[in-house]
């Protein structure tokens, strides 16, 4: 049984440019968490979606960033015209519908770095 | 305040002695709480959950949850220089019907030969 996956791994991006971020869940899972840790920093939840619905994103800076978790496919997190400051470690957790949905495990992560 | 807050560390402990790592929170309506490992350059590992008062076992892993003294702490017994990561906890704050994680800063455990 897979695992959380996500790519890509390590994403390099010039300022102003487009990150797009993939997130699978494991199999069975229709909830998935999105969560950011800057160097030096904790982990913050971003975004909690699931499918087809975004349920809080709370966590999410209100310009530039988007998450959608299609019907099909793959979660996205979407940075547009990215700056320094978005150099960070970005991680996907998923977790089962009903009971338990508050144990999440969480994917390799993409790390990404702007020039 | 901030909302989960862990001691800052580093924790350096002999292998084979017993590493204790805490947490408060200031939610007293939280209900869940969750440690995760996190070796360095990897992702969070989840290693114990608890929502009752008392202490859960598992194998060399036990967290104690005092809900009273908004205290959650995980001891690590016979530790291994393999145990050695950032241990991070976490907490599902009241209101949330849903995993949403806040996470403290994590403390830096070194298990040394």
């Known amino acids: 049984n897979a695992g959380v996956m996500q790519n890509p791994r390590h994403l390099v991006r010039r300022r102003g440019q487009e990150a797009r971020l993939r997130c699978s869940p494991m199999?069975?899972?229709?909830?998935v968490y999105w969560y950011r840790q800057l160097p030096e920093e904790g982990l913050k939840f971003m975004v909690y979606l699931q499918k087809e619905n975004i349920i809080d994103e709370s966590g999410m800076p209100k310009e530039r960033f988007s998450a959608e978790f299609p019907k099909e496919g793959p979660s996205i997190l979407r940075i547009q015209q990215v700056v320094r400051g978005d150099s960070a470690a970005y991680f996907c957790?998923?977790?089962?519908?009903?009971?338990?949905?508050?144990?999440?495990?969480f994917g390799p992560g993409t790390r990404l770095t702007v020039l | 305040q901030k909302e989960v807050e862990q001691n800052s560390g580093p924790l350096s402990v002999p292998e084979g002695a017993i590493a204790s790592l805490n947490c408060t929170y200031s939610d007293r309506g939280s209900q869940s709480f969750f440690w995760y490992r996190q070796y360095s350059g990897k992702s969070p590992e989840l290693i114990m959950s608890i929502y009752s008062n008392g202490d859960k076992e598992d194998g060399r892993f036990t967290a104690q949850l005092n809900k009273a003294s908004q205290y959650v702490s995980l001891l690590i017994r016979d530790s291994q220089p393999s145990d050695s990561a950032t241990y991070l906890c976490?907490?599902?704050?009241?209101?949330?019907?849903?995993?949403?994680?806040?996470f403290g800063q994590g403390t830096i455990l070194t298990v040394h030969p």
């Open positions: 976490a907490v599902i704050q009241s209101g949330t019907s849903y995993g949403k994680l806040t």
């Open positions: 199999k069975g899972h229709s909830h």
């Open positions: 957790a998923s977790s089962p519908p009903g009971i338990g949905t508050d144990t999440q495990y």
